[in-house]
């Protein structure tokens, strides 16, 4: 093994042994090169005054060499914040700007001890570093029974972990905790597991309230002094979207410093949060009890970032960077929250109503992008067909009985007629079935 990857493994086992024993095969033999070819180019940055011939970029008239053609789409901008490459972690400025705006959105941090975002390819590419550091074969990974495929994907197909599930809601619908606490107990023989808490949920749209987010906070906290060492990654990909009756921070700021067998992980970012889904910007944020635990997991972290995608792309984090500064931001935000909450609102007025019969339920949901319809009696994937070849409306079918609708891509004022038409459509299937 390579000597800076033991470095960095006896500095997390001295610190706390339980976040050692959650590493992966991988994540202990990842590490981030001290003499390669960043390390010196970052010093010759510092100091080659005169000529700088370490780094693959070319320099034309004292700026990085670009194209015209580029450059006059992105006047607006200074070449160096373009063209360059992005630091391994992203560009500080952003990483601070946005640790600054996790505080304040999250007040539950206040004097907690957590790292500085490193810059990540979006969201999916923070979960794949998690997978990466913290998954083996055979490893439990905790996801409830609405979730977003890609997890499948991230941790079982591509490290092989077992996916093991639990019910999201309970009888009275709500937050299941007591199903995430039974299944995370059934992993004592394994002595670790990795729990993936997606608030806003993909696809049902839910986010608990403040009592349940306790009771989750509860079973994590029973599973670890139950022995086991849990990995819990807050995927908060639709954060800040948080309609009614639910949690308006991140559970991440409560499992802070919750117990020494708890690993708390963030993964955030603008994708969904700012609208820019195509920039690609997201950050992972770990919490720990020492700052010697968070450097060594962010070393390993760019480990992995530098054996993958080298760094992120550099103009979207400069776009992202500025909007973050402008004066304009936080009332942008707003208002754009206000249409999504109009819409959310307005699915929900429909389905109160009364028009739509029995034919369907739908599941809680306050936050987020999605809903999810219950058919009774007609098959999701029959409806979702239905709807495509007749009525050119596109739905997600989920299983024997789940429609996914996102209303977030659909205007306030055609969403009656979405709902009219997803229920002519369940209609005919019935009719055609019978």
Same mark, same amino acid.
């Given at each position: ?23 992966? $095969?991988? &994540?202990? *033999?990842?590490? @981030? ?22 780094? %693959? ?68 590419? %923070?979960?794949?570093?998690?997978? +990466? ?7 439990? #990974? ?19 972990? +077992? ?60 599973? *670890?002094?139950?022995?086991?060492? #849990?990995?819990? #990654?807050?995927?908060? *990909? ?40 195509? @920039? ?20 390993? $972290?760019? &480990? ?15 776009? #992202? ?27 929900? *007025? ?14 809680? @949901? ?26 050119? $409306? ?41």
């Amino acid at each position: 093994m390579n000597p800076l990857a033991q470095q960095l493994n006896a500095t997390i086992e001295r610190e706390n042994g339980h976040v050692f024993s959650m590493l992966s $095969t991988l &994540g202990k *033999a990842i590490y @981030f090169p001290k003499e390669g070819i960043l390390s010196q180019s970052a010093e010759a940055k510092a100091k080659a005054k005169k000529f700088n011939a370490t780094i %693959g970029i070319a320099i034309e008239n004292g700026q990085p060499m670009h194209l015209k053609v580029i450059q006059d789409t992105l006047s607006a901008y200074n070449p160096k914040d373009l063209y360059e490459y992005a630091p391994p972690a992203g560009k500080p400025e952003l990483r601070a700007a946005w640790r600054t705006k996790m505080l304040k959105e999250n007040p539950s941090l206040a004097n907690k001890t957590y790292g500085n975002p490193i810059a990540t390819n979006a969201l999916t590419h %923070g979960l794949s570093i998690v997978a +990466d550091l913290f998954a083996d074969a055979g490893d439990p #990974v905790i996801i409830p029974n609405k979730n977003w495929e890609n997890y499948e994907l991230t941790f079982g197909v591509r490290r092989g972990a +077992d996916i093991v599930e639990y019910p999201l809601y309970n009888n009275e619908n709500r937050f299941n905790s007591d199903g995430l606490r039974e299944a995370l107990l059934a992993q004592k023989s394994k002595g670790k597991a990795i729990v993936v808490l997606n608030f806003p949920n993909n696809p049902t749209g839910y986010t608990p309230g403040a009592e349940e987010g306790r009771a989750i906070v509860a079973a994590l906290r029973d599973a *670890a002094e139950a022995g086991i060492n #849990v990995v819990v #990654v807050t995927d908060d *990909a639709y954060f800040g979207l948080f309609f009614e009756g639910s949690m308006h921070e991140s559970l991440f700021g409560q499992l802070a410093g919750l117990h020494p067998r708890i690993l708390p992980i963030k993964v955030d970012g603008a994708t969904k949060e700012e609208y820019v889904w195509g @920039f690609r910007v997201g950050f992972i944020t770990y919490a720990a009890e020492s700052e010697a635990i968070l450097s060594a997991l962010e070393q390993k $972290t760019l &480990g992995i970032i530098r054996a993958t995608i080298s760094s992120g792309p550099h103009p979207s984090q400069t776009f #992202v960077l500025k909007a973050l500064q402008s004066p304009e931001f936080e009332a942008q935000k707003e208002e754009k929250y206000a249409i999504m909450k109009g819409r959310a609102n307005k699915v929900k *007025a429909l389905l109160d109503d009364g028009r739509y019969g029995d034919v369907w339920s739908y599941y809680p @949901f306050n936050s987020g992008y999605f809903m999810c319809l219950k058919l009774k009696g007609t098959d999701a994937e029959a409806v979702r067909t239905r709807l495509l070849d007749a009525y050119g $409306t596109g739905t997600i079918a989920l299983g024997e009985t789940d429609l996914r609708v996102a209303f977030s891509c659909i205007e306030e004022e055609h969403l009656e007629e979405l709902f009219d038409t997803i229920y002519k459509a369940v209609q005919e299937v019935a009719v055609a079935t019978q």
